[in-house]
């Protein structure tokens, strides 16, 4: 029965190949994104296992910043697949500004191979997803949650649930991305309700991208006092100045 399927979804993929989503040529791949292409993402190397920020001329893993050390985030570990970088940056505005899913699919899908055969191997994955929420009225606005459809290919190739009920953005706030650092903090205060029960849970956040990491430190205090134990973070990309 598998032999049939997997040849007929070759046959498939020989008479409709896929169109790369960076170079729109096909793609011979049986993804969205050719090799040549994958090749040339910026992949995240040396980073903090607890913030991700980026630690070059290093060779040691399991490093902490000496910021995490100095005051520990709430969170437990970050996990970032890329740097915001060029071509990572067009693709993430493209899914957020022009409603572009198929990026969300070719993200989460790398993600999902990446938390799969790399990054989990020696431990337990986490026992739910929870995309970072936005507010309802962004919600609205946009559409769509990227970090939910970011999210969606990770769930299923892991056979982990996405909790889309549980927690709340309850205070409309600017983009953080705009905001001077200084008023990141106050901006994203209390911006969260959690209305679900955590307790002992292992969960793992996800966030298209993280840049000083206030909002998932927001996000990741008000988890802790609903009781999680522990917090991953799973990001598409961080941005390489904080
Ligand atoms: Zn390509
Ligand atoms: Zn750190």
Not at 4 to 32: G, M, N, Q, V
Not at 36 to 53: G, N
Request: include cysteine; glycine fraction near 4%.
């Amino acid at each position: 029965m598998f032999s049939k399927l997997h040849y007929l979804s070759r046959l498939y993929e020989w008479f409709f190949p896929r169109t790369c989503i960076l170079c729109h040529y096909p793609s011979k791949a049986a993804e969205d994104l050719c090799e040549p292409c994958f090749l040339s993402l910026p992949i995240l190397h040396e980073s903090c296992i607890q913030c991700a920020k980026n630690l070059p001329h290093t060779s040691l893993t399991d490093l902490v910043c000496g910021k995490c050390q100095h005051s520990p985030p709430p969170f437990d570990r970050t996990y970032a697949l890329f740097t915001y970088q060029s071509p990572i940056t067009k693709l993430i505005m493209e899914l957020k500004f022009h409603e572009r899913l198929v990026n969300a699919k070719v993200l989460g899908d790398l993600l999902a191979k990446t938390i799969q055969h790399q990054w989990y191997t020696h431990q337990t994955l986490p026992e739910i997803i929870l995309p970072i929420p936005l507010h309802n009225k962004r919600l609205k606005k946009r559409g769509f949650n990227q970090a939910l459809e970011i999210a969606r290919p990770i769930g299923k190739r892991l056979h982990i649930p996405i909790d889309t009920q549980g927690c709340l953005r309850t205070k409309h706030t600017e983009a953080q991305a705009q905001l001077a650092l200084k008023k990141r903090t106050h901006n994203i205060k209390n911006a969260f309700y959690i209305r679900g029960d955590y307790t002992n849970r292992h969960v793992a956040i996800l966030d298209d991208v993280t840049t000083t990491g206030h909002t998932i430190s927001e996000f990741s205090k008000a988890l802790k006092k609903a009781g999680a134990r522990r917090i991953d973070v799973w990001c598409c990309a961080k941005t390489l100045l904080n």
